[in-house]
């Protein structure tokens, strides 16, 4: 900043991210460390200085007043003073209810194959209670997702929730509806908690499918309760490839994207799947769980409302049954709506309007 600032903002979420060079690899991964770093430009272009710590640092005092305190878990009250703007970002949907959902799908499994698995995104009762203090306490709510995802919380808090969508990974090429060839292949892409993100309903459908192939990337490996339960269809299925974890940026992911004709993601909760946003603006037809967080129309893909085994397998194979020019439309309509309307500059344009109205002088 070249002349004085207004004031001083504190944001806590992933502050090295910050020192990434603009083309970094590292913004390549996850869409959130472009989200944080732009977050801090934000403020910095309406005339704040910015201080950044880590979203789980528990260790720093301030030593300041800070006009603003932009926080996406831990140090929203504790960093904020009498008059401080406090904006609590949420990035998924209530924790109560994903806890209950994930045990739902655990409690599922168990009475389908006897299996037993650990949960993996299971949110302690102390981070709960933390978590509704912030979301009590908060001036300003910015929330990934959808109405769905709002229909998750407490009811007499939703009206202080602002909609912000986050971006896809960044992806150096995208295919042309037009021009790509596709296979009677699909993709299940999605982070940690397999039995959360429905992989388990996913790999029964394609074990009794064998003409229908299925890659699967992720970090599931490192959940060993659930590769034992599924070491079957995982290491002996003929038409299920299992790739473990791959960055969308890597070669070998463009590789196998590059014949895919849908991704799959029946979560049983999120804010918005970003994941399912990178397949899209790849060129990919989704087909989603209500609780992926984003909004589809049949022109777009498959909105799975219960996510059974059944309904996963009748809109596989309702996409496989349609002529190759309606596919290639659905293929071009989706990637368009995911590009736009998930790109980094509509998130800067939708964080921007609430920094806009939290601060003072703007």
């Known amino acids: 900043m070249s002349k004085s600032p207004k004031g001083h903002v504190l944001v806590s979420y992933i502050p090295d991210s910050l020192l990434y060079r603009e083309g970094d690899k590292r913004f390549k991964r996850h869409s959130n460390a472009w989200e944080s770093a732009e977050i801090a430009r934000i403020f910095n272009r309406y005339g704040y200085s910015v201080d950044a710590i880590s979203w ?3 260790s720093f005092v301030p030593e300041r007043y800070y006009t603003a305190v932009f926080d996406i878990h831990r140090n929203l009250l504790r960093c904020s003073s009498l008059g401080t703007h406090k904006i609590f ?3 998924g949907s209530d924790p109560a209810f994903s806890n209950r959902a994930e045990q739902e799908r655990i409690d599922a499994l168990m009475r389908r194959r006897g299996v037993a698995v650990a949960p993996r995104r299971y949110v302690s009762e102390k981070d709960l209670e933390l978590f509704y203090g912030n979301l009590e306490n908060a001036d300003s709510v910015t929330l990934i997702g959808n109405e769905t995802t ?3 919380f407490p009811h007499h808090l939703r009206h202080k929730m602002i909609l912000v ?3 896809g990974s960044h992806l150096e090429t995208v295919r042309d509806a037009k021009k790509t060839s596709f296979r009677k292949e699909f993709l299940w892409f999605n982070g940690t908690g397999a039995v959360h993100k429905g992989l388990d309903l996913v790999l029964e459908v394609f074990a009794r499918n064998p003409k229908i192939v299925l890659h699967v990337v992720g970090p599931y490996r490192k959940e060993r309760d659930f590769t034992a339960a599924y070491a079957y269809e995982l290491t002996k299925c003929p ?3 299992s790739h473990g974890f791959l960055s969308p940026s890597s070669r070998k992911f463009r590789k196998i994207a590059g014949n895919v004709l849908g991704c799959i993601s029946p979560s049983c909760s999120e804010g918005i799947s970003t994941s399912a946003i990178t397949c899209m603006q790849y060129g990919m037809v989704p087909i989603l769980s209500r ?3 984003i909004d589809l129309t049949p022109d777009v893909g498959y909105l799975l409302q219960n996510c ?4 996963i397998e009748a809109a596989i194979l309702s996409l496989l049954d349609r002529p190759e020019h309606e596919i290639r439309g659905m293929i071009a309509t989706s990637q368009e709506f995911a590009l736009k309307k998930f790109s980094r500059a509509e998130f800067s344009r939708r964080m921007g309007t609430v920094v806009a109205r939290s601060l003072p002088s703007v």
């Open 56 to 58: 789980d640092d528990r």
């Open 89 to 91: 970002h949420v990035t």
């Open 150 to 152: 709002v229909a998750t």
């Open 165 to 167: 969508t986050p971006t």
């Open 239 to 241: 038409n299920i490839f």
């Open 291 to 293: 609780n992926s967080g």
């Open 308 to 311: 059974t085994i059944v309904e």
